[in-house]
């Protein structure tokens, strides 16, 4: 590698760095309030099948987030 090639990796290794801690409290933040909800609908009085609805789709959207992450961070 030369001079100019090196630079450059670098300079685009310290902007992943950035963007990965960004978007890691972000995804932190986001299954942080999913989980809340979860404990949350635990205690509310409802159907079993639209709570276990809602629950499953929060786990999804988690699953989602936690997927995207990764394949973000390989980037």
Known sequence: MDTVQIALA????EEQRHHGKALFFW???AL????AIEVYLTYERMQPTKM???LLGLS???AAL???YFYASEI
């Not at 942080?32 to 989980?35: C, F, G, I």
């Open 32 to 35: 942080l309030a999913m989980t």
């Open 27 to 29: 995804v932190w933040g």
């Open 60 to 62: 999804f959207v988690k």
């Open 52 to 54: 276990l609805t809602i």
């Open 10 to 13: 670098e300079r685009a290794a």
């Open 66 to 68: 936690i997927i995207g």
